[in-house]
């Protein structure tokens, strides 16, 4: 079920003035609207946006929206990456069109007196400092913020350094990865048994959808793909998860019975 999202909408009065932005995208005397953030909520403004209205401009960070209800599959191998990810230009053609732009960028900060937005290039991964990190600023006349919320961590020690997250599709690559860096470590002969039966256990941290559906499919993975390739550990793989209250908190009584009961089941 997916929650119904009302982005922010901040609108200013529009106006042509040339500013002393490096973006300024005047070309057209139509009112631009940028959009921040390619998530749902970004997403779904975009492909809303009547682009014989205005121009419009989509900074975010990613270059496309992501199937978050779908990424617990792809930890695992269920779903390919590219299968829950949608271009953003796909979702809204327009953006293909100048003086339309889609542009990657980080946004760190907003000056809504003289509608500006500020900007930082993200560079090319591996590039080093041969691709520069610069700011730039970026002039709106409807601004829509679209920039989505930051897991809580409640201030636990270590969980930034040493936990994965998943809200991305490169946080779910890394946790694929390490599932099976820590599967052919485990198969090694050097390999202890205690050190085998660290490496092969998982714990899930948080009991609401996400949580519990990632260790469904951690479970139905073990289960049923991991006697194919290594049949020898199909024992000692463990999921743990962790949760301070209830198992699914916010659902219907049947529904937290019906999930706590069947995880014990698949162990
Ligand atoms: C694994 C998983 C499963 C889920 N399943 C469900 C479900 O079944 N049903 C449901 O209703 N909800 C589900 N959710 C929750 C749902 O995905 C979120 O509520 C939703 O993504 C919020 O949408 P959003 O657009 O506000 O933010 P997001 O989807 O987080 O998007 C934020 C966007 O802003 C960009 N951005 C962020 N900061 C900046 C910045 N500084 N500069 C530029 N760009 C920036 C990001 O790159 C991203 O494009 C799930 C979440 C996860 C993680």
């Known amino acids: 079920m997916l929650r119904r999202f009302v982005p922010t909408v901040?609108?200013?009065?529009?106006?042509?003035?040339?500013?002393?932005?490096?973006?300024?995208?005047?070309?057209?005397?139509?009112?631009?609207?940028?959009?921040?953030?390619?998530?749902?909520?970004?997403?779904?403004?975009?492909?809303?946006?009547?682009?014989?209205?205005?121009n419009?401009?989509?900074?975010?960070?990613?270059?496309?929206?992501?199937?978050?209800?779908?990424?617990?599959?792809?930890?695992?191998?269920?779903?390919?990456?590219?299968?829950i990810c949608e271009p953003i230009v796909r979702v809204q053609p327009a953006l293909a069109v100048e003086p339309n732009v889609n542009l990657r960028t980080m946004v760190f900060d907003v000056d809504f007196e003289s509608q500006q937005v500020r900007c930082m290039t993200v560079g090319v991964l591996g590039a080093g400092d041969?691709?520069?990190?610069?700011?730039?600023?970026?002039?709106?006349?409807?601004?829509?913020?679209?920039?989505?919320?930051?897991?809580?961590?409640?201030n636990i020690p270590g969980v930034e350094e040493h936990a994965f997250f998943l809200r991305e599709i490169s946080e779910a690559r890394g946790i694929r990865r390490r599932l099976v860096q820590n599967l052919m470590t485990a198969k090694l002969p050097t390999t202890t048994p205690a050190e085998r039966k660290r490496l092969l256990h998982a714990v899930v941290v948080g009991g609401g959808p996400t949580g519990v559906e990632f260790a469904g499919d951690l479970a139905d993975f073990l289960r049923q793909d991991l006697p194919r390739v290594a049949p020898n550990l199909k024992d000692e793989f463990r999921v743990t998860l962790v949760e301070a209250n209830e198992v699914l908190g916010t659902f219907d009584l049947s529904l937290r019975n019906y999930a706590a009961q069947r995880l014990s089941e698949i162990n």
């Open 10 to 54: 901040a609108t200013a009065k529009p106006h042509n003035a040339s500013g002393s932005c490096r973006w300024l995208r005047n070309v057209s005397p139509r009112p631009t609207v940028v959009v921040i953030g390619t998530g749902w909520a970004g997403a779904r403004c975009v492909r809303d946006i009547d682009p014989q209205l205005c």
């Open 56 to 83: 419009i401009a989509v900074l975010s960070q990613r270059n496309h929206m992501v199937f978050t209800p779908l990424l617990p599959q792809t930890c695992t191998g269920t779903l390919e990456f590219r299968s």
């Open 130 to 154: 041969k691709v520069p990190v610069e700011p730039f600023n970026f002039r709106y006349d409807y601004l829509v913020l679209a920039h989505g919320a930051r897991a809580n961590t409640f």
